[in-house]
T-cell receptor, first 118, second 118 residues
Framework: DTAVSQTPKYLVTQMGNDKSIKCEQNLGHDTMYWYKQDSKKFLKIMFSYNNKELIINETVPNRFSPKSPDKAHLNLHINSLELGDSAVYFC?????????????????FGPGTRLLVL | AQKITQTQPGMFVQEKEAVTLDCTYDTSDPSYGLFWYKQPSSGEMIFLIYQGSYDQQNATEGRYSLNFQKARKSANLVISASQLGDSAMYFCAMRGLLLYNQGGKLIFGQGTELSVKP
């Protein structure tokens, strides 16, 4: 069973279009994240949600709007796509606030969505 | 602010030999976690190993071990008995251990591309 899944895996679209990426986790985690990996492989946080509440919005343009309908899902909608949005977008999840134990709050990543804006 | 530095953009190792991937970090948080992820050419992010700042012993997971030197702020990954399947990009990352401390975001290094030679 896939722990963190994303759809679609590949997304090719024209500049100016609106697109969505969906993420689901079946780990029972309460926190989910979106990361962006650029063409130089650098990974940076975009958003994090805890129990459907937005915790981080890391100076991302407001064309990007995350939505968390429940703890297991975190979707990313992008309006008016630009060439510079081309990247790999990763969803991740973690369980926060665990008491003790090694590896707590480890983030597990989805397979990534490769977005190409033409 | 938190920062992760990986100074080796690329490394080569002979199959069956051990290799050390360097990682140094900077943080003012009293409590933090250090992580290593592997990204093969297929693109997924695979969690390898975790070290808590409060852990007295170095973490080990199979062929992976983390050489944690807190005073030097280093968290090097050691891979023993390298295999061809270890060829991948490796990322060091850190985060504060409280969700409401910077939202649990992972800060990543630039990555090290490891190539294992037969």
């Amino acid at each position: 069973d896939t722990a963190v899944s994303q759809t679609p895996k590949y997304l090719v679209t024209q500049m100016g279009n609106d697109k969505s990426i969906k993420c689901e986790q079946n780990l029972g985690h309460d926190t989910m994240y979106w990361y962006k990996q650029d063409s130089k492989k650098f990974l940076k946080i975009m958003f994090s949600y805890n129990n459907k509440e937005l915790i981080i919005n890391e100076t991302v343009p407001n064309r990007f709007s995350p939505k968390s309908p429940d703890k297991a899902h975190l979707n990313l909608h992008i309006n008016s796509l630009e060439l510079g949005d081309s990247a790999v977008y990763f969803c991740a999840s973690s369980q926060e606030g665990l008491a003790g134990g090694p590896g707590q709050e480890t983030q597990y990543f989805g397979p990534g969505t490769r977005l190409l804006v033409l | 602010a938190q920062k992760i530095t990986q100074t080796q953009p690329g490394m080569f190792v002979q199959e069956k030999e051990a290799v050390t991937l360097d990682c140094t970090y900077d943080t003012s948080d009293p409590s933090y976690g250090l992580f290593w992820y592997k990204q093969p050419s297929s693109g997924e992010m695979i969690f390898l190993i975790y070290q808590g700042s409060y852990d007295q012993q170095n973490a080990t997971e199979g062929r992976y071990s983390l050489n944690f030197q807190k005073a030097r702020k280093s968290a090097n990954l050691v891979i023993s008995a390298s295999q061809l399947g270890d060829s991948a990009m490796y990322f060091c990352a850190m985060r504060g251990l409280l969700l409401y401390n910077q939202g649990g975001k992972l800060i990543f290094g630039q990555g090290t591309e490891l190539s294992v030679k037969p």
